[in-house]
């Protein structure tokens, strides 16, 4: 999937270690908290929102970033 390009550039201007932390605290039905990948970055009701896999099963997981 494509990122939405104003919700990309939003995460995009936050610290990367910021951006870092919120990629690593995840939660996944599965393996509970674990690290987001290959995500892309949406709105959802004004929140940026990032949507990927988990890095330990593949699952898919999604962080609301508020
Ligand atoms: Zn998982």
New binding site residues.
């Given amino acids: 999937m494509k990122s939405n390009e104003l919700a990309l550039k939003r995460w995009q201007t936050m610290p990367s270690h910021i951006r870092k932390k919120l990629e690593d605290n995840v939660y996944?039905?599965?393996?509970g908290v674990?690290t987001i990948v290959d995500y892309y970055v949406d709105f959802a009701d004004y929140a940026i929102v990032l949507k990927g896999n988990?890095?330990?099963?593949?699952?898919r997981?999604a962080r609301v970033i508020d």
């Fill in positions: 996944c039905s599965t393996c674990t988990c890095k330990s099963c593949n699952h997981v």
